[in-house]
């Protein structure tokens, strides 16, 4: 069964904080990718990465850096956690074999930042 | 560009009707659509994908309807239960690039 994980459902941090979000994917996906989720806005893409130890901006990148260094492992880092970065958190993984395969997402991680 | 709405359009429907859900897509030139459900505190799951050399697409008690013309992505449950609660976003993908998606649209099942 495809299972994507994230290692928090909830986290609270207070602003200035490091802040790190783990995603593990089992399904020996290539592509890996961050999104945020906030109310009547659509997924948001932060970043993504087709490969290990490579990473490519989305749509919304400041404030956010990430790391690949395995194949299945994907993290997020707010390198000084903001209030305005307080939302849901989404990881998603895609196969890199074919253009016509869905994305497999993660249950989410609420982040809320005092 | 992106919207600023804050809340999401919500269709209600009694239990037992059908229900149509709409999505305006952006790009004339995508080729591959997903609907995907997201319950409350879940991540999105997929329900149902099409390519765009169809314009229907059923599945179990679903069927997606794509009209490329107005750009337009329906998606139609039948007989809707009250298990089908949830926000329900489209997402477009233009030849392997990354996906584009809609903010959603809420479906509230009425008893």
């Known amino acids: 069964d495809v299972k994507v994980t994230q290692s928090s459902r909830y986290l609270v941090k207070r602003t200035g904080e490091k802040v790190f979000l783990e995603c593990v994917q089992d399904?020996?996906?290539?592509?890996m990718f961050w999104y945020r989720q906030d109310p009547g806005l659509g997924l948001r893409l932060i970043y993504f990465s087709y490969d290990v130890k490579m990473k490519e901006k989305g749509d919304i990148p400041e404030g956010y850096s990430v790391s690949r260094e395995k194949k299945e492992r994907f993290s997020l880092i707010l390198e000084s956690a903001s209030t305005n970065q307080t939302s849901m958190y989404l990881c998603?993984?895609?196969?890199?074999?074919?253009?016509?395969?869905?994305?497999?997402f993660g249950p989410g991680t609420r982040l809320t930042v005092l | 560009g992106e919207s600023v709405g804050l809340h999401l359009p919500t269709l209600s429907v009694q239990e037992g009707d059908n229900s149509i859900i709409n999505c305006a897509y952006s790009n004339s030139a995508s080729d591959y659509f997903i609907w995907y459900k997201q319950e409350s505190g879940k991540g999105p799951q997929f329900i149902i994908d099409?390519?765009?050399?169809?314009d229907k697409r059923q599945g179990q008690r679903v069927t997606v309807l794509l009209n490329k013309t107005v750009k337009h992505l329906s998606l139609q449950i039948a007989a809707t239960q009250p298990g089908d609660s949830a926000v329900y976003f489209c997402?477009?993908?233009?030849?392997?690039?990354?996906?584009?998606f809609g903010p959603g649209t809420r479906l509230s099942v009425l008893p």
């Open positions: 998603a993984s895609k196969t890199g074999t074919g253009i016509y395969n869905e994305q497999f």
């Open positions: 099409i390519r765009s050399n169809m």
């Open positions: 997402a477009e993908n233009n030849y392997g690039q990354n996906f584009v």
């Open positions: 399904m020996d996906h290539e592509n």
